[in-house]
């Protein structure tokens, strides 16, 4: 990638394979060093609706989330749903909802996932989403069902079952 970068200095699919490698690889900080100053390049030219730097910017939060570094995730994710297409759009949008989870901000949570329904009805993902969104709220029954939905779509979904297996626990 690096060989390819040199020759083609502006392929965003290369910069992009070579930030998921070293992302793969554990150098969350070399993605960070490699891909910030490109995105903040591509929101000053006014990128916001394009789809190659949302991808940048997916895999720039992911970075960010990796090291612990979570506001600057959730405003790299954020910046990439302005152009982010397909899946992920998807994707982005999971992020972001699971960081407000894990700071119990359920209501915000919800109201992205309701957004993104549209355009993923019935994805598994995204009902398991809602399902940890519901348990977290207290709505065991609605969590119930979607994780139950979720598992009709893929039933060897694994955090899935460990989620749904823990909420049967709880509630006996």
Do not use: M
């Not at 969350?28 to 903040?40: N, S, Y």
């Not at 302005?82 to 899946?87: D, Q, R, S, V």
């Amino acid at each position: 990638f690096r060989e390819g970068l040199q020759r083609a200095p502006s392929s965003a699919g290369l910069l992009q394979g070579l930030a998921l490698t070293l992302g793969q690889l554990g150098n969350h900080r070399q993605v960070v060093e490699l891909l910030t100053p490109v995105v903040e390049q591509g929101l000053k030219q006014g990128g916001h609706g394009d789809n190659a730097l949302a991808e940048l910017l997916l895999e720039l939060g992911n970075a960010h989330h990796a090291l612990g570094e979570k506001d600057q995730a959730l405003q790299r994710w954020r910046e990439g749903t302005h152009g982010a297409e397909g899946e992920k759009r998807l994707f982005i949008g999971l992020n972001i909802a699971q960081v407000l989870c894990g700071d119990k901000r359920f209501d915000e949570a919800a109201q992205l996932c309701q957004g993104l329904e549209p355009f993923f009805p019935n994805n598994e993902n995204l009902l398991y989403a809602q399902g940890v969104i519901a348990r977290g709220t207290g709505n065991l029954e609605r969590a119930t069902q979607l994780f139950e939905e979720a598992l009709k779509r893929n039933p060897a979904y694994p955090i899935c079952l460990n989620t749904y297996g823990l909420l049967l626990r709880d509630i006996g």
